[in-house]
């Protein structure tokens, strides 16, 4: 089996747009890992989505990151699976999704208090 990094440099996988949805290169960093690591997935998501600007929906930067990652993910990673499952859940989220889904859980919440 092959390296990932060989398939995929960490400096082409740097570019502005990349380093737009991924500033502190934390998906590429695990993506290009060989092995499992200890850090679980979800804390992976959320370095990443916490890394984002503000004014980037996180699920736009996720749907780039999975049309930039989808050949070079290693099937046999399991962590790295997991963490591109994490990236396709938010690319299913976005911003204007999230608001709708909030204001219907605010009435709920709301009934439930009154």
Do not use: C
């Not at 934390?26 to 370095?47: G, R």
């Not at 990652?69 to 963490?83: A, F, P």
């Not at 989220?93 to 919440?109: E, H």
């Amino acid at each position: 089996m092959t390296s990932h990094a060989s398939t995929l440099s960490f400096a082409s996988a740097i570019v502005p747009s990349n380093l737009k949805n991924d500033p502190k290169s934390i998906i590429h960093q695990m993506i290009m890992m060989d092995k499992e690591t200890n850090t679980p997935p979800e804390d992976i998501i959320i370095a990443w989505i916490l890394s984002l600007p503000s004014e980037l929906d996180p699920a736009l930067a996720a749907k780039r990151l999975l049309k930039h990652y989808k050949d070079v993910v290693d099937q046999t990673n399991k962590s790295t699976l997991k963490t591109m499952m994490f990236l396709k859940q938010t690319a299913e989220f976005p911003k204007s999704r999230l608001a709708a889904t909030s204001r219907r859980g605010s009435r709920y919440r709301r009934k439930l208090h009154s």
